[in-house]
């Protein structure tokens, strides 16, 4: 298995795995490994995205590399793990490609969609929300699950936010490039946003007083405050749907399609759900959702 990252991503690492707690990252050790039993008898018609990548025995996949439980660098292993690294090597299997011929490149926010576009990655698994934005420029196989955005604040919650409408005059942190922070300028425009390539860096604002309140996804909020339960709580009241997809090319219907059929069968199987169980769930305490429907525009 190869890893390629994006430029700040050693630095970005201390900055995640300061947040983490050793618990977080016991479940990261223990979730290597994968769920999926590669597919060796699988054939494709000539000139599609299955063939091309079934022939090579290689896929890439753009992930992220600090959100536990979804997408962590385990710093033992130097390989990333969570529910989003499993979900790409369901893919990966029915394709024919084992997991350890998976090359995984960091994709933060504001770099999937030009990484999918430019040829750099195959495909992205990255708590990708789909939205009609992002919909011009490249396509989503999925939906895999829904998330809802919430808001991460200090232990005790001293500034007493119960829901977005009380960010207005206070600092809140997210990633730029997201839907939550684009949902923030837009209906929000009196809270003062702060934003950064990735979500570790927003906790240590958090965490020295720098800003009042983090805002994103709830999973990857739950996993952040898991990694450092003494000095985060969830709001926990989402106030968005945010259906996770798997960004690839704009036009390769087949590919999408095929991914889709993947999903679906992964939901039937139960693979979706051991993966959960596995990854997110470890870190969220939380038995598997009833999974998404598949959405096949």
């Given at each position: 298995m190869r890893i390629t990252r994006y430029a700040a991503t050693l630095a970005v690492l201390g900055l995640a795995l300061a947040g983490c707690s050793s618990e977080a990252g016991n479940q990261a050790a223990e979730s290597s490994g994968s769920t999926a039993a590669v597919d060796t008898e699988v054939q494709f018609d000539a000139g599609t995205t299955m063939a091309?990548?079934?022939?090579?025995?290689?896929?890439?996949?753009?992930?992220?590399?600090?959100?536990?439980?979804?997408?962590?660098?385990?710093?033992?292993?130097?390989?990333?793990?969570?529910?989003?690294?499993?979900?790409?090597?369901?893919?990966?299997?029915?394709?024919?490609?084992?997991?350890?011929?998976?090359?995984?490149?960091?994709?933060?926010?504001?770099?999937?969609?030009?990484?999918i576009?430019?040829?750099?990655?195959?495909i992205v698994v990255a708590t990708y929300t789909i939205n009609d934005t992002r919909k011009q420029v490249v396509d989503f196989a999925g939906p895999y699950y829904e998330a809802g955005q919430d808001i991460m604040v200090a232990k005790g919650n001293p500034e007493n936010i119960a829901g977005p409408d009380d960010l207005a005059g206070k600092t809140v942190c997210s990633v730029e490039g997201s839907t939550p922070a684009q949902n923030i300028r837009d209906n929000y425009p009196q809270a003062q946003l702060t934003t950064y390539d990735v979500y570790s860096k927003c906790a240590d604002d958090l965490r020295n007083g720098n800003v009042q309140a983090v805002t994103t996804?709830?999973?990857?909020?739950?996993?952040?405050?898991?990694?450092?339960?003494?000095a985060f709580e969830l709001v926990g009241k989402p106030f968005t749907k945010e259906p996770y997809g798997i960004g690839l090319k704009k036009g390769d219907d087949q590919f999408r399609s095929f991914i889709n059929d993947v999903l679906e069968e992964s939901f039937q199987d139960g693979a979706w759900a051991e993966a959960w169980d596995r990854t997110a769930g470890k870190i969220t305490g939380t038995e598997a959702p009833e999974p998404p429907k598949v959405n096949r525009y």
């Open positions: 091309r990548l079934n022939e090579a025995g290689a896929i890439t996949i753009g992930t992220k590399f600090d959100q536990p439980g979804f997408g962590l660098l385990n710093p033992r292993t130097q390989e990333p793990e969570g529910f989003d690294v499993e979900i790409g090597k369901l893919v990966a299997a029915k394709l024919g490609i084992d997991a350890d011929k998976i090359t995984w490149t960091e994709t933060v926010s504001a770099n999937r969609e030009p990484f576009q430019n040829g750099q990655v195959d996804d709830n999973v990857i909020l739950t996993g952040l405050v898991a990694g450092s339960p003494d």
